[in-house]
């Protein structure tokens, strides 16, 4: 189980940009699959992003494709969430989570497969 730190939360205007960040504390990721989710309060937490680190392949839920980009440091060291062109809607707690093996793609999505979790932060996106 490895233990995640995410950084980069804050207060941004509708149309914005965010970039948070999520490392692994004192170790890299191996070659396994870090993804993103997201939680308004009251709601379940859902899948925002997914990278699979071996090959790099990337996975985006249907409302973030093509604003949000889930990338990686050379190092395998730190996983970044690129949010452009935020909406009030993307409002919510972050958490990234990692697990020690490359997930098929239909597995990506359900949080049980993670085993390492971030503490979340926090994004709004308001006027």
């Known amino acids: 189980q490895v233990q995640l730190v995410e950084s980069g939360g804050g207060l941004v205007q509708p149309g914005g940009s965010l970039r948070l960040s999520c490392g692994a504390s004192?170790?890299?990721?191996?070659?396994?699959?870090v993804a993103w989710f997201r939680q308004v309060l009251g709601k379940e937490r859902e899948f925002v992003s997914a990278?699979?680190?071996?090959?790099?392949?990337?996975h985006y839920a249907d409302v973030v494709r093509g604003r949000f980009t889930i990338s990686k440091n050379s190092a395998k060291t730190t996983v970044f969430l690129q949010m452009n062109s935020l909406k009030p809607e993307d409002t919510a707690v972050y958490y990234c989570?990692?697990?020690?093996?490359?997930?098929?793609?239909?597995?990506?999505?359900?949080?049980?497969?993670?085993?390492?979790w971030g503490q979340g932060t926090q994004v709004t996106v308001s006027s």
């Open positions: 004192g170790r890299t990721f191996s070659s396994g699959t």
């Open positions: 990278i699979r680190l071996s090959e790099g392949s990337t």
């Open positions: 989570a990692a697990v020690n093996s490359r997930l098929i793609v239909s597995r990506l999505r359900d949080e049980e497969n993670y085993d390492g």
